[in-house]
């Protein structure tokens, strides 16, 4: 049996079906664009899939969800009276606080009355006649509107592996997306993970200690290292709140709106003991610091790479007491930073516990998913659970799980076949008044998310605005623009190491047919240059666009 996420209290809203813009989803974009449409006088209406607002703060409910951007620079930056009023506890939020930002947010400005829970867009269509969108819900009803804005999220399309006997299993299971609301109680249960990305560590360090047994299935190890969270006590939170004009001055800079910045150094300009001391100080220092302000080549060259790799090895085997073990733990196919790098508390130290076992997939692949539990080509193991950490079709699965219909009936899934076509990656050509919040091809997914989606709803609210006063009805870029932005986007990326990787962040997901070719989904000029192209676009009149 395969529990899923339960709806809590719905609130479907009836009455107008015309609106000037829909928004679809309710997380952290879909709720800034709200309120920023809100604020120019539009008629809007939010369809969010799931039981309440909060996106992935929502769904993620899994045992140890929580960020691993650092909570105040995370928060949204458009209200002052917000930022003053609203005390991160901890320095990485856990997921319950986050939601509850979320939905003091939508209380405060007064956003729940335009945003209609427990409605997925299965279908939304351009008419050409009346320059308008109309979107079809699950049920079957139909609105409509002049401008169509995604906020569909990067991560939010869920996948399930791909392996027999998914439906016989007796016990309980779950996706990590999917977590019931209720408590799930993990004393004495004999319990399976599967999946060691980001969300698997956070699982797997949290019920470890909970449950009667746990059994991870690593397919492939990760680079993971300390999140060193901590609480924030009162003059803490003062200095944290005096000190916003200059962070958010900080995280317009660096290039993934982060507080940390890339060394200037290269790797090997520094003599062995500088470096040494250097990568001890990032080892000890919270968050992404250690990914984000490593030398400058840390992420282009080989070598400077695989040295780096080699001093996480060593962190690796210094934790793990099983020498077997720790071996297993150290990636050997790919280096640090070159797939989403998993913040730990105390992960590796989980499988010094006696009740802990790690079976590596690779050596022993899954066979099936039985009526008691997993059986792999070393035997069957029998569950109480079995947990599903294995991750997302990423950035695109999200808008192929809609079927989007532009001019002449083009579906968007057919235009991005052979990888993304993008305006900025917030316009496709041939997709009329349709604006992709974190849409492929933006520096969204490389950035701190709510920074970058602050800068995208931002343009787009200009952008809705100038159409408005206009009298502008119908615009899109043109496809030689699409073709320039995306060839743009590709020459950022090439020389990266992370583009000759399998991983979430190249598009790769073994368990969704097609998604077996690494693409290029992310701009990677940095949040700065993005801002500033997107800046340009505007100063030329909405240049590469064609407005009617
Ligand atoms: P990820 O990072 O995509 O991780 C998914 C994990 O599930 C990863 O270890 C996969 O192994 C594993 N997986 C997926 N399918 C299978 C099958 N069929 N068999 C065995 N193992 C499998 O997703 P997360 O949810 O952890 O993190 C997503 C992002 O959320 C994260 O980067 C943060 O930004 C927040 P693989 O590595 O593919 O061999």
């Given at each position: 049996m395969l529990d899923t996420a339960t709806a809590a209290a719905g609130n479907k809203t009836s009455g107008a079906r015309s609106f000037d813009a829909i928004v679809i989803g309710a997380g952290i974009a879909g709720i800034y664009q709200l309120y920023r449409l809100r604020a120019l006088g539009l008629s809007v209406r939010v369809f969010e899939t799931g039981g309440g607002v909060g996106g992935t703060w929502y769904w993620n409910r899994y045992p140890g969800a929580r960020f691993d951007s650092e909570s105040y620079t995370y928060g949204y930056a458009f209200s002052e009276e917000l930022l003053k009023e609203w005390n991160w506890s901890e320095h990485f939020s856990p997921q319950p606080e986050t939601q509850r930002y979320l939905n003091h947010v939508v209380d405060r400005f007064d956003l729940r009355r335009d945003i209609q829970c427990d409605s997925r867009v299965k279908a939304a269509d351009f008419d050409e006649t009346a320059r308008r969108w109309t979107v079809t819900l699950d049920d079957g009803e139909r609105y409509n509107a002049r401008f169509l804005i995604t906020a569909v999220g990067p991560l939010s399309a869920d996948t399930l592996p791909r392996l027999p006997g998914l439906d016989r299993f007796k016990g309980r299971s779950f996706h990590t997306y999917r977590w019931p609301h209720e408590d799930v109680d993990f004393a004495g249960k004999k319990v399976a993970v599967i999946g060691t990305g980001a969300t698997g560590v956070q699982v797997i360090q949290t019920i470890a200690p909970l449950v009667g047994e746990l059994t991870v299935y690593q397919r492939t190890p990760n680079w993971c290292t300390p999140l060193h969270n901590r609480k924030i006590g009162d003059a803490e939170q003062a200095a944290i709140k005096a000190n916003y004009p200059a962070m958010f001055e900080l995280l317009r800079q660096t290039p993934g709106c982060y507080i940390h910045n890339t060394d200037p150094r290269g790797t090997f300009e520094v003599s062995d003991e500088?470096?040494?001391?250097?990568?001890?100080?990032?080892?000890?220092?919270?968050?992404?610091?250690?990914?984000?302000?490593?030398?400058?080549?840390?992420?282009?060259?080989?070598?400077?790479?695989?040295?780096?790799?080699?001093?996480?090895?060593?962190?690796?085997?210094?934790r793990v007491k099983d020498p077997a073990t720790g071996e297993k733990l150290i990636p050997k196919c790919h280096g640090f930073g070159t797939r989403r790098v998993p913040q730990e508390t105390g992960y590796y130290e989980v499988y010094n516990l006696p009740n802990v076992h790690l079976v590596?997939?690779?050596?022993?692949?899954?066979?099936?998913?039985?009526?008691?539990?997993?059986?792999?080509?070393?035997?069957?193991r029998a569950f109480d659970m079995i947990v599903y950490a294995t991750g997302f079709d990423a950035v695109t699965g999200a808008f192929d799980r809609i079927a989007i219909r532009g001019t002449g009936g083009r579906l968007l899934t057919e235009h991005w076949a052979d990888g993304p076509?993008?305006?900025?990656?917030?316009?496709?050509?041939?997709?009329?008044?349709?604006?992709?919040?974190?849409?492929?091809?933006?520096?969204?997914?490389?950035?701190?998310?709510?920074?970058?989606?602050e800068q995208n709803v931002d343009w787009i609210s200009d952008l809705v605005r100038y159409a408005h006063e206009k009298g502008v009805t119908r615009f899109e870029p043109t496809t030689e623009a699409e073709a320039d932005w995306s060839k743009h986007v590709e020459e950022l990326a090439s020389g990266m190491l992370y583009t000759k990787v399998d991983s979430w962040l190249t598009g790769i997901n073994t368990n969704v047919d097609g998604k077996n070719v690494r693409r290029v989904l992310q701009y990677q000029g940095g949040a700065p240059q993005y801002r500033a192209r997107c800046d340009a676009v505007v100063a030329g009149g909405y240049s590469g666009m064609v407005l009617r």
């Open positions: 500088e470096r040494e001391a250097f990568w001890e100080k990032l080892y000890a220092e919270p968050g992404f610091s250690i990914w984000m302000a490593n030398f400058r080549d840390m992420l282009t060259d080989p070598k400077a790479n695989a040295l780096f790799s080699e001093f996480v090895a060593r962190k690796i085997r210094q590596d997939t690779r050596e022993t692949p899954i066979e099936t998913i039985t009526e008691a539990g997993i059986r792999t080509s070393a035997g069957e076509k993008t305006y900025l990656g917030l316009m496709s050509s041939g997709f009329p008044n349709l604006l992709t919040i974190v849409g492929p091809h933006n520096a969204s997914t490389r950035c701190n998310i709510p920074r970058c989606i």
